[in-house]
Every structure is written in C-alpha cells, then in structure tokens.
C-alpha cells in the first residue's frame, strides 16, 4: 500500500520529477517505461519527512534506514537540483538525518525512524544496542556517505551552509571513529550475533580476524554487511580518501586542530594503501586486492555492492583511465572474480550476501557508470530493464539463468542506481 507523504517540498519534489521524466526519453520505450516508473519511487513510498526538518529514508522492504544505501537513494537528484531546486532541501534535509544519526552511534550502519526498540537481531556488542539502532555493524563507508553527500552537494551547488557547526562536530567524531579503528587491537568495539551465518558475525569473540597495523582503516563489515575476511577493506579506505580529501580546504579555522588530524590520517592511509593494496593480479599485471590484513594475506575479488574496486572512479578515487584501475576492472569483470557470473540471462558481479549465481543489478549499473561509452550505457541500462521479470522494479540480485529468481521485492538503492545511469546517459546523449 502506498504510504502517504509529509511536507510541501518533498510533495513539489515528487511532481517536478514525473514532469521531468515526462520531458525524457532514453534509448527505447522499455527503459523510458521503467526510468519513469522508478525516478519517484523513494520518494513516494521511502521517504518520510521529520518535525525536525530532516528526512528518513528507508531501504525499501526493510524499515530501516542505511546510512550508505541512503546516500546512493537520493545521490541521482543531485544532478537534477538546477533545474528543480526543492531537490536541495530535500537532500540537505537527509544529509540532516545522516549526521544526527552518526552522533548517536558512529559504529551503526542502520537505524529506525523512531526509538522502536526494532533491530534486525538481538546482538550483543561492546555498548547496549540503541533502541534506535537497527544494527550495529561498523562499516567505514556508513560513516563516508554522509560526507560523499554533502561533497557532491557542494560541488554541484556551491553552497557552504551544508558545512555548519553541526556538519563538523560530527566530522570529529568520525575522525576519533577512524583514528581508533586505525589501531583495532585496543578499539572497545566488538560485534556477536547467535545462530547466524558465519559471515553475519565477527569472528575471535566478536573482534574480527587479526590484522597488523597500515594505517589503514580497519572495517569490520563490507558494503554488503557481510563479514570482511581480512581487516583492510580497500574500496572503503579508498572511499575515506575520497571524501576527505576535498574537505581540507573547508574545514573552518576554529577546527585547525581537526584538520591537522584530518592531513595525518589521509597520510597515513594513502601510504597503507600504496604499501598492502596493491598487488600482483597476473605474473605481469598490478592491481587492487580487495581485502588485506598487513600480514602478507589479501583476497583477490570484488562484490557488487559500492564502494567497490569496479566503482573507484564512482566514488572519486580515481580516473576512468588510471592504469591500476584499468587492470583492476579487467580482473573483476571476468571469471577470476568469484563473484563474477556468467549465464544465459545475465552476466555481471554479484555478492556473498546473496546467493551464489546471482548477479546485482546494482553492478550492472556500475559498468556503464564508469565507462566514457554512451552505448555501454545504454546496453547496460538494457540488460537491467530486460531482466527484471516484468516487475517494474530492480531487485536486488537476480538468477543468472531464470529472471523469475530474484532477491528483495524492492530494493531502493538498485532502482535508484538504475536511474543514476539513466540520468547519466540523458546528459551525456544531451553532449553529443
């Protein structure tokens, strides 16, 4: 059942959007059809408007909100806000979200719309789990989307107001988050789950597997909430650089002690990064390992969920063409990746928190979304609206072989992710 919506700018935001894509077309009638079906969906039946001015953004068949799938929901209008300006309240009001929802517990990645007492397990971790915590994963992109947000905002608007008292008090606490994690063998956190899928816990009494110090960041859950293998999670330490980054020249006079700290740790992973990530994918090729631990150990993969290595140029770290990621990308986009399947349906990247043969629409996207080919983009954009068994929406993941076996009845982040490209396609076929 459609939930009804709150607040006039969130109301205006729904009806420029239908007239927008009303005004568009994309390559076929297939993907017009489901674009326009899908550019609204958030909105109209995710989204909920706060008394405090903010906005809570569900993920879509679960009730909670993900900080990182928050940001990647909402992260298309972005290149919508000149020509419909309530997008900027609506987005500055969920980056309002994001930010008070990382002061009240910067090792969550999800949380509820009120104090519900809801969570998606009774776990056990080194502080009582928030009535308002839906689960108390670390995830070092949870505490990245906020900032990736607030970055893209800027650059596409100008405007400082987003950079308020509020926005760099929680920084710091981020900074202390990572500062901590940098060194996990005397951090406090720890994370069990009971009869659960081994992936669904941290292993060694909740503290994860041993890693050595890098100066990097260590991560105890990927992008896709599941477990990481080894401590290092590289695309998310890459997504740290990126979002950082671009903040130093921001960052107020009164906070030069948060810079100083700021400059350091992007030193100090950057160096990590150089040092363990990257790795020898054939006997004449370099590239990104996916995991490492600083003892030698390093996964050689990539999952579906972003941030990902096939997702770098995505998430800011790096160029299109850069030649480490260049070889990275060939890597993962072929039978080397364990999570890279081939069927007669579908073919692309899928995840460990699905099952095996299963492929995400999510990194169908991703591979026209990194490609300078507006006919990669539009075979991409063809593939998802193909194979989404007549459902109009995306779904999480889907059977390489059968279209009717599909994860999640609706998963927002995947739509959104479809309308990302689509939205990326109108404005470069626009260029041409």
């Not at 489901?34 to 909105?43: G, S």
């Not at 991560?219 to 999670?233: E, M, W």
């Not at 692309?348 to 990669?376: C, F, Q, R």
């Amino acid at each position: 059942m459609r939930e009804k919506v709150k607040g006039n700018v969130l109301e205006s935001a729904i009806a420029s959007l239908n007239q927008y894509s009303s005004n568009h077309e994309l390559n076929n009638t297939r993907n017009t059809r489901l674009f326009r079906n899908l550019l609204t969906d958030v909105l109209t039946k995710a989204t909920k408007y706060e008394d405090d001015g903010s906005y809570f953004v569900k993920t879509g068949d679960i009730p909670a909100m993900w900080l990182r799938d928050a940001t990647f929901q909402v992260l298309p209008y972005v290149s919508l806000i000149n020509e419909i300006p309530d997008l900027y309240d609506l987005l500055t009001g969920v980056l309002k979200r994001e930010l008070r929802f990382v002061k009240m517990d910067p090792y969550a990645n999800a949380f509820n719309q009120t104090s519900s007492g809801a969570h998606w397990s009774d776990d056990d971790s080194n502080i009582p789990v928030s009535d308002h915590v839906w689960e108390r994963k670390f995830e070092i992109d949870s505490l990245c989307a906020p900032l990736f947000l607030a970055n893209n905002l800027y650059e596409k608007t100008g405007n400082t107001d987003i950079f308020d008292e509020e926005f760099w008090n929680t920084l710091s606490i981020i900074i202390d988050v990572f500062k901590t994690e940098q060194h996990h063998d005397t951090s406090p956190y720890y994370f069990k789950r009971k009869d659960c899928p081994s992936n669904d816990t941290l292993s060694n009494d909740g503290k994860g597997t041993p890693v050595k110090y890098t100066g990097m960041i260590w991560d105890g859950f990927r992008p896709s909430d599941n477990a990481c293998v080894y401590g290092y999670h590289i695309p998310s330490n890459m997504f740290v650089v990126s979002v950082l980054t671009p903040l130093l020249d921001k960052v107020p006079e009164r906070f030069a002690t948060l810079k100083n700290e700021i400059l350091t740790l992007l030193n100090e992973i950057k160096s990590g990064i150089n040092r363990y990530a990257i790795v020898q994918l054939s006997n004449d090729t370099s590239g990104y390992a996916y995991e490492v631990d600083g003892m030698g150990n390093y996964k050689l993969m990539d999952d579906a969920n972003v941030p990902s290595l096939l997702s770098l140029p995505f998430i800011k770290y790096c160029s299109k063409d850069d030649p480490l990621y260049e070889n990275t990308r060939e890597f993962v986009l072929s039978s080397k990746n364990p999570y890279y399947y081939s069927g007669t349906v579908l073919q692309g990247i899928g995840s460990n928190h699905t099952p095996a043969n299963y492929v995400w629409p999510i990194s169908i996207a991703m591979e026209g979304l990194t490609l300078d080919n507006l006919d990669k983009k539009a075979q991409q954009l063809d593939v998802i609206s193909e194979t989404n068994n007549e459902t109009s929406q995306c779904h999480e993941s889907i059977d390489m072989n059968d279209q009717s076996k599909y994860t999640r009845e609706w998963f927002s982040w995947s739509n959104m992710t479809y309308c990302q490209l689509a939205l990326d396609f109108i404005n470069e076929n626009a260029g041409r």
